[in-house]
C-alpha cells in the first residue's frame, strides 16, 4: 500500500543519462541512435502512482525521451493506489501498458504470474552495477532481474523538541540504551501522555529489529517456506521491541499505528515521540515543522542504527510490452543521475548510494543512515497473502506482549507457513 511505500512511505527516479543525438548521427548516451530511426506512430504507456514523481520530473523524463526517439509519444497515466492490484494485473494481462510502477513488496508475484519482462541482460546498461544491493533486492526472482529499483523510503524516530527540551534532552540518543533513558526523561515531563507512542501491533518496527538482529520473518527449509518468528533472534528482537512498547501507557497493545493514525495521536502535543515515515508527521497547521525533530532509531550499539522496513517502488516493463525497445529507453532515461537525483533532492532514498548526497530535507536525512543496512519482506510470491488481514504477524506481537511468546510465536509460524506456501 502507498502508506507502507513511501512515508511512508511511499517513494522518484534514477536514470542512465540518455542525452538527445546530434545531427552527427552518433550514438546517444543512453544507447539509442535517434538519427538513425524515427518513431512515428508508437506510443508509450506508462502508468506511475499518484504522489510518486517529485516536481519536475515527469516534464525532464518527457523532454528527454522526445529527444532520444523522435516521433514517438510517451503517454504517462497516474493511478491510485487503492485497488490498483487488479487492475495492473488485467493491464498486464491485456498488454494494455508497457511500464509500470510497482510496489516492492509486490514485485515477486508479478513477475512469478509471468507478467514482467525480464531484464536481466539490460541490467548494466540501465546503471544496475550502481543500485544498492539491498534495494535492488526486491527486482530480483530466481536470479533474474525482472524490474528497477527507483524510490525508498522508511521509519525514523520523530520527537516534538519542546518536550524533549523540557526533558533536559537536548541531543539524540546514540544506542538503544540511551533512547531508554531518555523516553523515561520525557515520561517525567508534566502533561506528557506517552513518553513513545507505539502500538502493540506496529510490525515494521519489529521487522527493523529483527533484521538487525540476523533474523528473518520467513526463510526456505527446502521446498518449503517456514515461519522464523520462533527463532533465538527473533526472540531477542522482541525483547527490544517490547521495552520500548513499555513506555507507550495510552497506546493501544492491539492495534497498529493506523488504528488511530499516529500522526493524529502525535499532533495533538503531549506525546514525546512516535517511530513513522514521513507522510505521518504533522501539517505545519497542527504541530509546527520547527517543534519537531528526527533521528534514526539508535542500534545496541553507537557505530550502526537498528535496521529498518525498506519501502518504496520499482519500475518495470510489461512482458506483454508492444515497445519494448522504448520501454528499456524509458527506463534508462527515468533512471539516470539527473532524474533520480530528482528523487533524492524530493526527500526520498535514491537508487544508488553515489546520490545520497543529493538528499534534502530533516526526515529523509534522518532517514539515510538506517536505510544502508535495510531489508524488505520475504522475495516470495505469496507475501501478500501474509500482510492480509488478519495479519499473523500482528496477532503475534499482541499475544507475546500479553503471554506467552513461544505459544504465540509457534501459532504465528503455522499460518505463516500455511500462507506462503499456498498455490498462486
Known amino acids: 500500500?502507498?502508506?507502507?511505500?513511501?512515508?511512508?512511505?511511499?517513494?522518484?527516479?534514477?536514470?542512465?543519462?540518455?542525452?538527445?543525438?546530434?545531427?552527427?548521427?552518433?550514438?546517444?548516451?543512453?544507447?539509442?541512435?535517434?538519427?538513425?530511426?524515427?518513431?512515428?506512430?508508437?506510443?508509450?504507456?506508462?502508468?506511475?502512482?499518484?504522489?510518486?514523481?517529485?516536481?519536475?520530473?515527469?516534464?525532464?523524463?518527457?523532454?528527454?525521451?522526445?529527444?532520444?526517439?523522435?516521433?514517438?509519444?510517451?503517454?504517462?497515466?497516474?493511478?491510485?493506489?487503492?485497488?490498483?492490484?487488479?487492475?495492473?494485473?488485467?493491464?498486464?494481462?491485456?498488454?494494455?501498458?508497457?511500464?509500470?510502477?510497482?510496489?516492492?513488496?509486490?514485485?515477486?508475484?508479478?513477475?512469478?504470474?509471468?507478467?514482467?519482462?525480464?531484464?536481466?541482460?539490460?541490467?548494466?546498461?540501465?546503471?544496475?552495477?550502481?543500485?544498492?544491493?539491498?534495494?535492488?533486492?526486491?527486482?530480483?526472482?530466481?536470479?533474474?532481474?525482472?524490474?528497477?529499483?527507483?524510490?525508498?523510503?522508511?521509519?525514523?524516530?520523530?520527537?516534538?523538541?519542546?518536550?524533549?527540551?523540557?526533558?533536559?534532552?537536548?541531543?539524540?540518543?546514540?544506542?538503544?540504551?540511551e533512547f531508554y533513558t531518555d523516553l523515561d526523561k520525557v515520561k517525567a515531563v508534566p502533561g506528557v501522555n506517552d513518553a513513545l507512542y507505539m502500538p502493540g501491533q506496529e510490525w515494521y518496527v519489529y521487522f527493523g529489529l529483527l533484521t538487525?538482529?540476523?533474523?528473518?520473518?520467513?526463510?526456505?527449509?527446502?521446498d518449503k517456506w517456514v515461519?522464523?518468528?520462533?527463532?533465538?533472534?527473533?526472540?531477542?528482537?522482541?525483547?527490544?521491541?517490547?521495552?520500548?512498547?513499555?513506555?507507550?501507557?495510552?497506546?493501544?497493545?492491539?492495534?497498529?499505528?493506523?488504528?488511530?493514525?499516529?500522526?493524529?495521536?502525535?499532533?495533538?502535543?503531549?506525546?514525546?515521540?512516535?517511530?513513522g515515515l514521513g507522510w505521518e508527521v504533522p501539517k505545519p497547521e497542527e504541530l509546527a515543522a520547527d517543534k519537531i525533530g528526527y533521528f534514526p532509531l539508535p542500534g545496541a550499539t553507537a557505530d550502526k542504527p537498528s535496521s529498518v522496513f525498506l519501502g518504496g517502488s520499482n519500475l518495470a516493463i510489461a512482458q506483454q510490452s508492444k515497445n519494448p525497445e522504448l520501454a528499456k529507453g524509458f527506463l534508462k532515461i527515468a533512471l539516470n543521475d539527473k532524474n533520480e537525483g530528482l528523487v533524492a533532492s524530493s526527500g526520498l532514498i535514491p537508487n544508488k548510494v553515489s546520490l545520497n548526497s543529493k538528499v534534502t530535507g530533516d526526515f529523509a536525512k534522518a532517514a539515510l543512515p538506517a536505510s544502508a543496512n535495510g531489508a524488505t519482506t520475504p522475495n516470495v510470491p505469496t507475501w501478500t497473502n501474509v500482510e492480509n488481514e488478519p495479519n499473523p504477524i500482528k496477532d503475534f506481537l499482541t499475544s507475546a506482549l500479553n503471554g506467552d511468546y513461544a505459544a504465540a510465536a509457534k501459532k504465528a509460524d503455522d499460518e505463516i507457513a500455511k500462507r506462503l506456501n499456498q498455490k498462486q
Not at 534532552?169 to 540504551?177: A, F, H, Q, R
Not at 538487525?212 to 527446502?222: P, R
Not at 495510552?250 to 499532533?267: L, N
Open 212 to 222: 538487525s538482529e540476523g533474523g528473518k520473518l520467513a526463510k526456505k527449509d527446502g
Open 1 to 177: 500500500m502507498k502508506r507502507q511505500l513511501i512515508a511512508a512511505v511511499g517513494v522518484a527516479a534514477m536514470v542512465v543519462g540518455l542525452a538527445a543525438c546530434g545531427s552527427d548521427g552518433k550514438k546517444s548516451e543512453g544507447g539509442s541512435s535517434s538519427a538513425a530511426k524515427n518513431y512515428d506512430g508508437k506510443t508509450l504507456t506508462v502508468w506511475l502512482m499518484d504522489g510518486s514523481a517529485p516536481k519536475g520530473w515527469e516534464d525532464g523524463v518527457k523532454a528527454d525521451f522526445a529527444a532520444a526517439y523522435p516521433g514517438a509519444k510517451l503517454e504517462i497515466q497516474t493511478q491510485k493506489w487503492n485497488g490498483i492490484g487488479q487492475k495492473v494485473t488485467a493491464a498486464l494481462s491485456e498488454g494494455s501498458v508497457d511500464v509500470l510502477e510497482i510496489g516492492n513488496t509486490q514485485t515477486a508475484g508479478y513477475a512469478a504470474t509471468g507478467g514482467l519482462l525480464d531484464i536481466t541482460k539490460d541490467k548494466a546498461e540501465l546503471g544496475g552495477a550502481d543500485w544498492a544491493a539491498n534495494l535492488s533486492e526486491s527486482s530480483i526472482i530466481d536470479g533474474k532481474q525482472y524490474a528497477a529499483p527507483w524510490y525508498f523510503t522508511n521509519r525514523v524516530v520523530t520527537y516534538n523538541k519542546d518536550i524533549w527540551t523540557k526533558a533536559g534532552v537536548t541531543t539524540p540518543p546514540k544506542t538503544l540504551e
Open 227 to 275: 515461519g522464523g518468528l520462533s527463532s533465538p533472534e527473533a526472540q531477542k528482537a522482541f525483547e527490544t521491541y517490547k521495552k520500548l512498547q513499555s513506555h507507550s501507557t495510552s497506546a493501544p497493545k492491539d492495534k497498529d499505528e493506523a488504528t488511530p493514525q499516529q500522526k493524529d495521536v502525535f499532533a495533538k502535543g503531549d506525546i514525546g515521540t512516535i517511530i
